[in-house]
């Protein structure tokens, strides 16, 4: 007669408990920021049992510069080929767009990055790649990333002093 090995059943079930709880912390984070209006210190003060306070500030920053590019995105009328997100609470934490159009489907399709950039300038915002993922860096990788689909970083330019 062979042992089965046990099942860690209850570490399971306290494990997915355990994550849904933190994903339900995210998102109150997130609403708290962008619904209610409250500060990042202030939403970064209640979060600090469960994160710390310069990961929360930083998250929301990331959170206000992605609803800064949505809003750009769309009175450009890009809606509905460039999407916006948040690469979470964790470490790098970066706002991200990505192209979502089709080249066969959207008309000057090639065009788009260079649309994208635009509309993104008009509210202080460019495009890089993501953290650590390339070494040199140009526009026309950028371009290339963003016309296969992938994401990239959003980052606020600093203006000029």
Not at 22 to 29: D, F, G, L, P, Q
Request: some cysteine.
């Amino acid at each position: 007669m062979t042992d089965t090995p046990k099942k860690a059943t209850n570490t399971k079930v306290e494990v997915e408990n355990f994550l849904g709880a933190r994903r339900n912390v995210v998102e109150a984070i997130t609403h708290d920021f962008l619904e209610e209006g409250c500060s990042a210190r202030a939403v970064a003060a209640a979060a600090s049992p469960a994160f710390g306070r310069d990961q929360v500030i930083e998250y929301l920053a990331a959170v206000a510069l992605r609803q800064s590019a949505a809003k750009a995105i769309a009175e450009a009328g890009l809606a509905s080929v460039a999407d916006t997100g948040v690469s979470g609470i964790e470490a790098p934490r970066e706002a991200l767009v990505a192209l979502s159009g089709n080249a066969e489907e959207t008309a000057d399709f090639a065009a788009l990055p260079q649309r994208l950039r635009q509309a993104l300038k008009e509210f202080a915002i460019t495009v890089t790649v993501r953290a650590g993922e390339h070494d040199d860096i140009t526009d026309d990788l950028v371009d290339s990333l963003l016309l296969d689909g992938e994401q990239v970083r959003l980052v606020k330019v600093e203006p000029r002093s």
